[in-house]
């Protein structure tokens, strides 16, 4: 599908929220996914697998993850200076912020005319553990972890004292946890404490560990696997229509394109 983009500016009770739309040009519905970045925010790499997603039929929605503290359309560059103010920003933001931001994304895809009302959530590196926050909604039916970091320390927020594991009981759709066995960030004994919490409460999940490193879907950089990367991204195809079901073609009009 040809997709088409747009800004939104989300209200939040931190302060406004730019949050990019990228969704299929052709008219009708389509299930509603929130799209949560690295820490480096909306780059091109991310922007790149939104596109893809939306063109598989699903209006895609990034929030700028940390716009109480950068002006909006701030991208951090893949570099030293970019890492440290990235995880700098991670643990000074609060994490009522972060899940204030996740709901305001929510409700804005499931009011939109072009949306179905069928939400799923995907997210990459912090990204991963805030999707996997977002699942604690239980209007979320899908959601996609790739390599999601901190879970196991409960390191996200201020305070790094996050409750993402102990909340796991919330989450009421479906999981896929994808993970790099040689990323330093999630180590052996990390993934398995999230892996044995989610066992113990009966989540519905899948669990996937390959051998790449961390960034290995990022399209930019000596670390990119383009071959796990396509597999990786068609497990998440398969739960978002598994899950969320297809576009209804005859709904609302989105554009006046046509699919080609």
């Known amino acids: 599908m040809i997709v088409v983009e747009e800004q939104v500016e989300l209200t939040t009770p931190w302060g406004p929220m730019r949050t990019h739309i990228v969704r299929p040009a052709a008219a ?3 299930p509603g996914i929130v799209f949560f970045s690295e820490i480096f925010q909306v780059t091109g790499p991310i922007a790149r697998t939104a596109r893809m997603l939306a063109g598989h039929g699903y209006v895609v929605a990034m929030p700028e993850i940390y716009h109480e503290f950068e002006k909006a359309g701030e991208v951090f560059p893949y570099d030293q200076a970019g ?8 643990t000074t933001k ?5 899940d204030a931001d996740s709901r305001a994304v929510l409700d804005h895809l499931a009011t939109r005319p072009d949306c179905t009302g069928q939400l799923g959530a995907m997210g990459i590196c912090i990204g991963g553990h805030l999707a996997y926050r977002a699942a ?5 039916r899908a959601t996609v972890c790739f390599y999601a970091t901190d879970i196991h ?18 989450i009421r759709g479906e999981l896929l946890m994808i993970w790099g066995r040689q990323d330093p960030h999630i180590p052996l004994e990390g993934r398995m404490a999230v892996l044995a919490r989610l066992n113990e409460v009966g989540a519905q999940f899948t ?11 990022r399209d930019e950089g000596a670390r990119y696997d383009p071959e796990l990367a396509r597999q990786c991204m068609g497990l998440a195809l398969d739960l978002f229509h598994r ?3 297809q576009g209804d073609l005859s709904g609302p ?3 006046t394109n046509t699919r080609n």
């Open 253 to 255: 009009a989105g554009s």
């Open 94 to 98: 609060e994490l009522a912020s972060y």
């Open 207 to 217: 669990w996937h560990e390959v051998n790449g490193a961390h960034a290995f879907l």
């Open 28 to 30: 009708g519905r389509y």
């Open 83 to 90: 890492t440290e103010r990235g995880n700098a920003l991670k």
């Open 243 to 245: 899950k969320l079901g």
């Open 136 to 140: 604690l909604n239980a209007d979320v």
């Open 153 to 170: 320390k409960r390191g996200l927020g201020k305070g790094m004292q996050d409750d993402s594991l102990a909340r796991a009981t919330d």
